[in-house]
């Protein structure tokens, strides 16, 4: 199977198809900063053929890598500007003053994380059995999530 027209894989750069990543809002700034500043430069516009990002088969175990990384050091910078900003409460006189460097100190540290930054992959979610209308047999009305009541005065009525 050849790769689609505007395929590019994030790792190898190569023209290749693979699985699309997911276009999440850190994803979407970059590329605005990026856009902007070509412009700025003189550039022209950046992607004009209109690319799909895309993580081909080659590079998928890189890849995994390299996101695992990423969430690992977001996770570890973030709960690190949490600890810092706990301790500056803690010795403070001030808690407000302290709370606001505390913040911060946690934004620049998520900054710091997002240099390494790898996008998700866009996985679609296949429906599960048991949920939607394909789970419910056609020959079988539904209930409307309404329980049947057990007892003497089962749906109103006396036995």
Request: net charge positive; aromatic share 6%; charged share 20%.
């Given at each position: 199977m050849g790769a689609d027209l505007?395929?590019?894989?994030?790792?190898?750069?190569?023209?290749?198809?693979?699985?699309?990543?997911k276009e999440d809002i850190i994803f979407r700034t970059y590329r605005k900063i990026i856009h902007a500043s070509r412009i700025l430069v003189g550039k022209g516009e950046l992607n004009k053929r209109k690319y799909r990002l895309v993580v081909c088969r080659d590079d998928y175990p890189k890849y995994k890598k390299m996101r695992s990384s990423y969430v690992r050091k977001e996770f570890t910078?973030?709960?690190?500007?949490?600890?810092f900003t706990v301790l500056m409460l803690a010795v403070?006189?001030?808690?407000?003053?302290?709370?606001?460097?505390g913040l911060v100190l946690?934004?620049?540290l998520y900054l710091l994380a997002q240099i390494s930054y790898m996008p998700a992959l866009y996985i679609p979610e296949e429906p599960r059995p048991?949920?939607?209308?394909?789970?419910?047999?056609?020959?079988?009305?539904?209930?409307?999530?309404?329980?049947?009541?057990?007892?003497?005065?089962?749906?109103g009525r006396r036995k």
């Open positions: 505007g395929d590019r894989c994030v790792i190898c750069g190569g023209e290749k198809a693979g699985i699309p990543i910078y973030v709960a690190l500007g949490v600890v403070s006189s001030s808690k407000l003053l302290a709370l606001a460097y946690t934004f620049f048991g949920s939607g209308a394909a789970a419910q047999p056609s020959g079988v009305p539904k209930r409307n999530g309404r329980k049947r009541r057990k007892g003497p005065l089962a749906n």
